[in-house]
């Protein structure tokens, strides 16, 4: 799933191309991928783009007269821009086509057409039109943006309700943004164990989460940002070779050499580096464990 990284490069290439323009048309190719009634397609077609925004994990196109266009790409939900013909552009190699048959919606431009598209065959990605603040706030899971709060509001929200600290960083009702890959790697900069409950954190403990999450989100974004070179982002993934644990299960830690661990639950899978974040300990795999009952590691060694 897009998280808070990838959606801010998305909304700077979206600021290039889009804002200030106006959206001629909007093609539905799923039936499914509208979730509301009112307003109507037809009341943000030949309207400009007035700016862009993220609300958690949607990106927001405003309109005149109050409109808005929020996307959620859920987790296989891309953006892909193809510009349209340049005859000045004569012989440069024209991007790949946007296959049709993962598309959802088109959002043609003057300049070019937006393509909303999804891989796989569950189609979660949603599209919503709403009228008013109160109707696009009605989206938001209430969670505290983790660029903008200060240590005081990241440490209440953490500690409102007990639970994992993986759990906690994904969940939208506690953080803005962030999903199942940028937790993990917040969890190996910080040092901290996936499964620590935040009810049990030091003073230290929150301090360090904090620090990490601007540490690493800021990061990312400047590292997506270079590899986006101020074109449109193409190779939007949860899976990059240079991400310290996420993905990475059985290749060797970057900072210690021990090879990523992994816990599976359910379609989920949280990555961690045992010398690093749990003092050697394994971390029961709810398959795997229920497998080996008695003979499941507990350490390392």
């Not at 993990?184 to 620090?211: G, N």
């Not at 989100?217 to 997506?224: A, G, M, Y």
Request: charged residues 30%.
């Amino acid at each position: 799933m897009p998280e808070l990284p990838d959606l801010v490069v998305y909304l700077d290439a979206l600021q290039v191309h889009v804002a200030g323009r106006i959206l001629e048309d909007l093609e539905l190719l799923s039936p499914f991928v509208l979730r509301t009634v009112e307003p109507a397609v037809a009341a943000v077609r030949g309207r400009p783009v007035v700016g862009v925004r993220r609300l958690g994990k949607r990106i927001v196109l405003e309109f005149p007269d109050d409109l808005f266009l929020a996307i959620h790409l859920m987790i296989a939900g891309r953006l892909r821009w193809r510009a349209h013909a340049d005859p000045a552009g004569a012989g440069r190699k024209a991007p790949p086509k946007v296959p049709a048959k993962l598309t959802l919606a088109r959002f043609r431009f003057p300049n070019g057409t937006l393509h909303l598209t999804e891989a796989g065959t569950k189609k979660r990605a949603a599209i919503h039109i709403l009228r008013g603040e109160p109707g696009l706030r009605a989206l938001d899971r209430g969670g505290v943006e983790p660029l903008e709060a200060s240590f005081a509001e990241f440490r209440d929200a953490l500690t409102r309700e007990n639970h994992s600290v993986k759990r906690a960083l994904s969940s939208p009702n506690v953080i803005s943004g962030i999903g199942n890959a940028y937790s993990d790697e917040i969890l190996h900069a910080a040092k901290l164990s996936p499964v620590k409950l935040t009810s049990s954190m030091t003073e230290d403990e929150h301090r360090r989460l904090f620090e990490a999450v601007q540490a690493t989100l800021r990061l990312w974004i400047e590292r997506l940002r270079a590899d986006a070179a101020e074109g449109f982002p193409e190779k939007v993934t949860a899976f990059r070779e240079d991400m310290a644990v996420h993905g990475r299960f059985g290749k060797p830690c970057p900072v210690c050499g021990t090879r990523v661990q992994r816990i599976v639950h359910a379609d989920n899978e949280c990555n961690y580096c045992p010398t690093c974040q749990t003092e050697g300990r394994l971390l029961a795999d709810r398959a795997l464990s229920r497998l080996l009952r008695k003979d499941w590691p507990k350490r390392l060694d």
